[in-house]
């Protein structure tokens, strides 16, 4: 891509003996939006753990504009600018909204006035996180823990958001919910990295989207080009 914020080359990653990514190649164009889909152990959840620096990469390059991040811990990363919303949520038992909100920001080192006014914004987008503030954030319906968790990575203000598994357990009402409000951001600027299972729901939303099976990209392409190939309608749409 010829404005590429992200671009991953030959990555290669795993657990110990274990490979899952074989020389993945990705590109994110600044400004859009990115989907990632593929079948359960595909290794899309490897491949944003590999950006992000929770798994160190064995070969290949990450590199987001001009600097190679490839090693960088994940507090480097973060600070370069790409947050990782992970699988799961992973909100903080025992912490209110709030405060698992301002984790996100932990790397920020401004006053207190200027996170407040990030925190006002979160509120605007997901008015119910700024009803529930003070509720432990584990007592969240499934939705709103996932937009606490969308929250909480903006409040690193990214150049870069990951999302990963975005829709998994959610009620459709709610996906759509916050499929606008992604949209929404991604307007003002943001570019978004998202791993999804819901075809569907992916291809709706982004600009490009790549296909991964058994640790390689296989495919990639417009989301409209990719639903009409029958191979992708056969293997992922049930068509």
């Not at 357990?169 to 992604?182: D, T």
């Not at 999804?196 to 989207?209: G, N, R, S």
Request: net charge negative; hydrophobic share 45%; proline share 4%.
């Amino acid at each position: 891509m010829a404005d590429a914020l992200l671009r991953v080359e030959n990555l290669c990653a795993g657990y110990g003996q274990v490979q899952v990514l074989w020389g993945a190649d990705l590109s994110v164009e600044r400004g859009s939006i990115v989907c990632l889909v593929g079948s359960n152990g595909a290794g899309k959840s490897t491949l944003l753990r590999a950006i992000s620096g929770l798994v160190r990469p064995t070969a290949g390059r990450v590199c987001l504009g001009n600097r190679d991040l490839t090693g960088a811990t994940p507090d480097e990363i973060l600070m370069t600018g790409i947050a990782h919303v992970p699988e799961g949520r992973r909100l903080f038992k025992g912490m209110t909204v709030r405060d698992n909100l301002l984790l996100g920001a932990y790397l920020r080192h401004e006053p207190m006035v200027d996170l407040e006014r990030d925190l006002d914004k979160i509120y605007t987008m997901f008015p119910i996180l700024g009803e529930r503030r003070n509720q432990d954030a584990t007592t969240l319906s499934g939705g709103e823990q996932q937009m606490c968790a969308i929250g909480r990575g903006m409040m690193a203000r990214p150049r870069l958001l990951m999302i990963d598994e975005m829709s998994l357990g959610l009620a459709p009402r709610v996906v759509e919910r916050i499929a606008e409000v992604l949209r929404e951001i991604n307007r003002s600027g943001l570019t978004i990295l998202l791993v999804e299972q819901d075809v569907l729901t992916a291809f709706e939303l982004a600009d490009h989207a790549y296909v991964l099976e058994t640790g390689r990209i296989s495919v990639d392409g417009a989301p409209t080009a990719l639903a009409d190939d029958p191979r992708i309608r056969q293997a992922y749409l049930g068509m």
